[in-house]
């Protein structure tokens, strides 16, 4: 019997939504994209820049033997239905999908759904609608343009760097980063005073002289001061106002990354991966259920039903007075508002009741993404802020704190905020206060802070660099490159990374850089309303930017390796420095002729532990280039084994990877097994 046919992008996501289907689908999975565009053509590009851009498409290697199995599954059955995901990406691979696979407008309809729950996927099927073309050209637009940017740029930094690659996003955040050193490197570090006064429960901090705001710039004006001031203070002033410290909406993509970066300690790419698992599908003890509504988003909103039912829940578990409101969803610039904001498929489904089906890092970010959504539905914290003045001959003092007096949102939320109060006394205006003491203290400006990850994609998101989607991948390949380095989990800039930004800087400033990026973002959207045409947009930007590309190749100086004043053993070219994503290493300058490395002693393998469990290996004791120890595979670059905590010659009796000695006891390098 035939039987219709349902083609997805996840694997995980097949099995579970089969289930709730029944016997009359066959659910299976494209595995992601099927096809990309070839490297035929001027430059590589896959397209045709003498007819608008044509692109030319080839099935992406590794895929053909499933591109025939779903030509066959097509053929086996009656009806398809396309159910990539909700987004532009996803409507991209639906439109491959029927491309290839030679579907006709009779035998598809295209189905989405924002979450992997049984009532959302059964009522998709009354939602079915044909692929929408608009959104599928703003993915093929942004796919031709960053194969443009990215093949001639990183074919121009090939030729004239040390660096890999270059790109439209990429590279406008490798400039932030960048701008940033800049900025912390100019910065001017100035001494400056502050006096403080110390009471029995309490300290004040000097603000203002003779009613002006004072700073304190040498240490004698700070000492003058203290001669001035006697220990009895005038209570002159009690200012006591309540305040509503506000829940956060729920999270969009980017919130999320940033606020796992911050709490979870978690970096933007492994959120997303943690993330997809959550919703794809998580088999608990009577069904297996998408977890969170889908990752990618811009959004703020959430479901009317959804709503409804969290009032309920706080209303019966908190108390009525819990119960908050719908913030406004406000629609900012720059924001797609295709679905709804991150939020769990139930309320009912609490993080504690599940946690046995969940590994350490999804209990953590569904936690954190199931007690958010709950909270931005909640009232708002209040607090009673209170500002006290103290006088003393013609010097103020000011001191601060406050009350919470309702928890509010805090109530579920408190864990993920800096909620503590700082109390002060029971204070009388006009009474007099004695201070065990006074003294002052030398500080020092501080230049801007460098980038973590959370702030960077903050500040890409707020200047409207890029998509939300593609922040993990972004920051993943400055990594990758060798162009920015991580220390105290902030971003510093290499060699590499300010030569390629220079580079750029110096041949296309007018096309990398924050404004260029961010209308390049609006044309995009543009196409995807259908108020622009994308073979426009292409012939309008590749007109500009060709011919730049073509100075550059042209004019750009070629940095000389630096010489290391030794000669190769093998054919006495100089030595030279280069540069890796690991790290600077010695060559032969004869390179490609000669490929002779000369041996780290720094990184020499010491200790023989025990076989690799992946390959024929040794497990063996390494060095880093700043000296610290790890334990990793001889056979490295082929095998990436690798554990910064020394294993044990065991393997772990539940995924067979190595078992290493931690702080915590003996556990397992990739799951969550205990010894």
Known sequence: MSKKLVIVESPSKSKTIEKYLGKDY?????????????????????????????????????????????KKQVKDSDFV???????????????????????????????????????????SFSKARKIDDDLVKSQETRRILDRIIGFRLSKLM???????????????????IVDREREIQAFN?????????????????????KNEKIEIKEESHAQEILNQLDNEFLIEAIDKKKKDKKSKYPFTTSTLQQEASSKLNFTSKKTMSVAQKLYEGISLKDETVGLITYMRTDSIRMSDEFIKSTYAYINENYGKEYVGYVKP??????????????????????????????????????????????ASLMKDAKVEATSVTLYNNDYRFKATGQILIFDGYLKVYAKYEDSKDKILPS?????????????????????????????????????????????????DTLKERAYVTIEDKKFNPTEIGIEITDKLQEFFKDIINVKY????????????????????????????FEPKVEVAFKNMEKKAPEETGELCPNCNSPLVIK????????????????????????????????????????????????????????????????????PTGSLCPNCQELLVESKSGIKCSSCDYIK
Not at 448 to 469: C, D, F, N, Q
Request: hydrophobic letters at 30%; one cysteine or more; charged letters at 35%.
């Open 517 to 544: 990026t961010k209308e390049m973002e609006d044309d995009l959207d543009k196409i995807a309303d259908g108020n622009l045409v994308w073979y426009n947009l292409l012939d309008r930007f590749y007109n500009d």
């Open 26 to 70: 066959k659910v299976v999975s494209s595995l992601g994209h099927i096809r990309d565009l070839s490297t035929s053509g001027k430059y590589g590009f896959g397209v045709d820049l003498e007819d608008h851009y044509k692109p030319d498409y080839k099935i992406i290697k590794g895929k053909k033997k499933l591109v025939t199995e779903l």
């Open 579 to 646: 540069q890796s994503r690991y790290g600077k290493f010695v060559a032969c300058s004869n390179y490609p002729d000669c490929k002779y490395i000369k041996p780290n002693e720094s990184q020499k393998e010491t200790i023989e532990i025990m076989d690799c469990p992946h390959c024929d290996g040794k497990i063996v004791s390494k060095t880093t280039r700043k000296g610290k120890v790890f334990f990793g595979c001889n056979n490295y670059p082929k095998c990436k084994t690798a554990s910064w905590d020394k």
């Open 158 to 176: 090939q030729s004239k760097t040390e660096g890999k690659s270059a790109g439209r996003v990429q590279s406008v955040a490798l400039k932030l």
């Open 189 to 209: 570090i100035e001494k400056y005073y502050e006096v403080d006064a110390y009471f029995k429960d309490f300290e004040a901090k000097l603000s203002t002289y």
């Open 329 to 374: 969803s406000k629609k900012t610039e720059n924001v797609q508002d295709a679905h709804e904001a991150i939020r769990p498929t139930s309320i009912n489904r609490r993080p504690e009741d599940i946690k046995e089906y969940l590994s350490n890092d999804e209990y953590k970010l569904y936690h954190l993404i199931y007690y958010r959504a709950l």
């Open 81 to 123: 239905y396309l159910a990539t995901d909700p987004d532009r990406e996803g409507e991209a691979i639906s439109w491959h999908l029927y491309d290839t696979l030679g579907l006709k407008d009779t035998d598809y309809q295209r189905i989405v759904f924002n979450e992997i729950t049984k009532d959302v996927i059964l009522n």
């Open 427 to 475: 204070l009388t205006e006009n009474n007099k206060l004695l201070s065990e003491n006074i003294e002052y203290s030398e500080h020092e400006t501080k230049p801007p802070a460098r980038y973590t990850e959370s702030k960077l994609i903050k500040e890409m998101e707020e200047l409207g660099i890029g998509r939300p989607s593609t922040y993990a991948k972004t920051i």
